[in-house]
T-cell receptor, first 115, second 116 residues
Framework: AQSVTQLDSQVPVFEEAPVELRCNYSSSVSVYLFWYVQYPNQGLQLLLK??????LVKSINGFEAEFNKSQTSFHLRKPSVHISDTAEYFC?????????????FGKGTHLIIQP | GAVVSQHPSWVICKSGTSVKIECRSLDFQATTMFWYRQFPKQSLMLMAT?????????EQGVEKDKFLINHASLTLSTLTVTSAHPEDSSFYIC????????????FGPGTRLTVT
């Protein structure tokens, strides 16, 4: 079985400051890693994913995450946040790929951007 | 593209009654659909996985007879909470995967169930 730990339930950050949302996972087999974002009153949206290859993956809106196998981590970072980044962020893992296999989620981190 | 809807968005029912929640993929064919449950300030917990035309596969600890899942077509899955009790009150979220995009699930906005 897999598990995901998001160490921070809430992260307040000033606008234009950098942010890191932490995610650690536990699994006895290789996994695929995902970050999902949930804006208020909306469904979860895929932010970025690591499947294989380069350990650094990037999204179109400036977020990036780095897969670290030795530390079993997949932390999410952004060098400069905007008010519009205020949302709930979920880290998730999947054994089978995510489309045909259920996801195991962390508890989520609420990113609060302060002006 | 890849929009998933849920209906209703919020439902209140009396203890002992049954309630049905619909999940639809609006612009793609969902070969696999998933149902999750989310408690306040908790993570999403996978309840079951269903493939079109097949019986759902339930996660350990999920009561099959209480949470009936039907995936009758490539665009519709339903979750029926039978004989609902207050402890079934929760946020239910569906998602859909398609064979053409193996690594992505598309999530609905969720349904809040309150059992009184």
């Amino acid at each position: 079985a897999q598990s995901v730990t998001q160490l921070d339930s809430q992260v307040p950050v000033f606008e234009e400051a950098p942010v890191e949302l932490r995610c650690n996972y536990s699994s006895s087999v290789s996994v695929y890693l995902f970050w999902y974002v949930q804006y208020p009153n909306q469904g979860l949206q895929l932010l970025l994913k690591y499947l294989s290859g380069s350990t650094l993956v990037k999204s179109i809106n400036g977020f990036e995450a780095e897969f670290n196998k030795s530390q079993t981590s997949f932390h999410l970072r952004k060098p400069s946040v905007h008010i519009s980044d205020t949302a709930e962020y979920f880290c998730a893992v999947s054994v089978g790929g995510g489309g045909a296999d259920g996801l195991t989620f962390g508890k989520g981190t609420h990113l609060i951007i302060q002006p | 593209g890849a929009v998933v809807s849920q209906h209703p968005s919020w439902v209140i029912c009396k203890s002992g009654t049954s309630v049905k929640i619909e999940c639809r993929s609006l612009d793609f064919q969902a070969t696999t659909m998933f149902w999750y449950r989310q408690f306040p300030k908790q993570s999403l917990m996978l309840m079951a996985t269903s493939n079109e035309g097949s019986k759902a596969t339930y996660e350990q600890g999920v009561e099959k007879d209480k949470f009936l899942i039907n995936h009758a077509s490539l665009t519709l899955s339903t979750l029926t909470v039978t004989s609902a009790h207050p402890e079934d009150s929760s946020f239910y979220i569906c998602s859909a995967g398609t064979s053409g995009r193996q690594y992505e699930q598309y999530f609905g906005p969720g349904t809040r169930l309150t059992v009184t």
